[in-house]
């Protein structure tokens, strides 16, 4: 099955492909989302283990997927070569500090608010946090479908459908964990799942801009990838592990995490 995805994949226009895998993983979070419609509750236990797993795979793709690959597309030796990857990576982690200083946005926990102050609704506060944690995601896919395109070694159809896949995972348990405390918050259970699933919208239009801007500038491949990774990492540890640290269940999220990453690396290895 996954191999007759790869091959459909490598018969179509890299934008397109990457349009379709972004796609696919906002598909996944409104599957997520939906199940508001049959659960009243979420459990802490399960809330902090689905991120946990989120964090777990947004590592594993981070390394495996993004910094890797760009380590080993990058010319010279020694600190020369992974020079772009440390770039890159620096800027992604400052791009989301950016946006996390300035952008509104507020935690599942509906605690404090972060960013402007701005008279906005805690609604639309918490998709917004949700928003940014996917603007890197849908990145991440759409640059290495764009690099794919380009020719670079190291970047692969299977690899970018595995990093899709595993973003796509992880977003399923993340529309969940979007929506239910919405509902807890006493909004109705459409709005719920409208909010949930609207998080992820902006993967398929970062997922495009991304390949679009390696197919157009193939030199910044290497740094883009890394960006990606970099603004990623930024998101586990500023914002996912902290979140699952907040009650008892942290050795929970830890198994989650665990076994997120052994998932992800395992996928990235067999289809990359």
Known sequence: ???????????????????????FTWF???????????????????????????GGVMVAASFWSLLAPAIDM???EG??????????FFFGAVFLFGLDKVLPH?????????????P????TLLVLAITLHNIPEGLAVGVLFGGVAAGFDGATIGGAVALAIGIGLQNFPEGFAVAMPLRRQGVSRRKSFWYGQLSAVVEPIAGVLGAWAVMSFQAILPYALAFAAGAMIFVVIEEVVPETQ??????????GFIAGFIIMM?????LG
Request: charged residues 15%; without cysteine; negative net charge.
């Open 120 to 123: 906005w609704h805690k609604t």
């Open 1 to 23: 099955m996954i191999e007759q995805i790869v091959t459909y994949f490598e018969s179509i226009n890299p934008i397109l492909a990457a349009f379709y895998a972004t796609t």
């Open 28 to 54: 996944l979070t409104a599957l997520g989302a939906s199940l508001v419609f049959f659960f009243k509750t979420l459990n802490r236990a399960v809330l902090d283990g689905m991120l946990g797993f989120t």
């Open 79 to 88: 600190f020369t070569k992974v020079m772009p990857a440390a770039i890159g």
């Open 106 to 118: 507020i935690h599942i926990n509906f605690k404090e608010a972060e960013g402007i102050k701005t």
């Open 74 to 76: 990058s010319p010279g």
């Open 246 to 255: 907040q009650d008892k269940y942290t050795d929970i999220a830890t198994m």
């Open 266 to 270: 395992s996928m990235d290895v067999a």
